[in-house]
Nanobody, 115 residues
């Protein structure tokens, strides 16, 4: 099982990014997927989640409007679009897969936003 995040980097405030999470080794289309983020000294927090079919999405209340989660089950890939980036969005972003008894995590991709 592998979840490989990409697309992070250093961006200026006000910019945008698209994070990707490439999945392999499990039935991606049967798993609900989520993005989490974590900064040093803080707990990992849920950013957004999407059901296995992509038919339903949920977002952290404080992040609604700037973040969009999506998935392409044909490509086994999860996405997170982030608009109007703020310095407080700087974090390591992780993708997560949940299905039945199983939960998988990627290794994360760093997003750094300069003011």
């Amino acid at each position: 099982v592998q979840l490989v995040e990409s697309g992070g980097g250093l961006v200026q405030a006000g910019g945008s990014l698209r994070l990707s999470c490439a999945a392999s080794g499990f039935a991606f289309s049967r798993y609900d997927m989520s993005w989490y983020r974590q900064t040093p000294g803080k707990e990992r927090e849920l950013v957004a989640s999407i059901t296995s079919s992509g038919g339903d999405t949920n977002y952290a209340d404080s992040l609604k409007g700037r973040f969009t989660i999506s998935r392409d089950n044909a490509k086994n890939t999860l996405y997170l679009h982030i608009n109007l980036l703020e310095p407080d969005d700087s974090a390591v972003y992780y993708c997560n897969a949940k299905g039945g008894w199983y939960t998988y995590w990627g290794q994360g991709t760093q997003v750094s936003v300069s003011s």
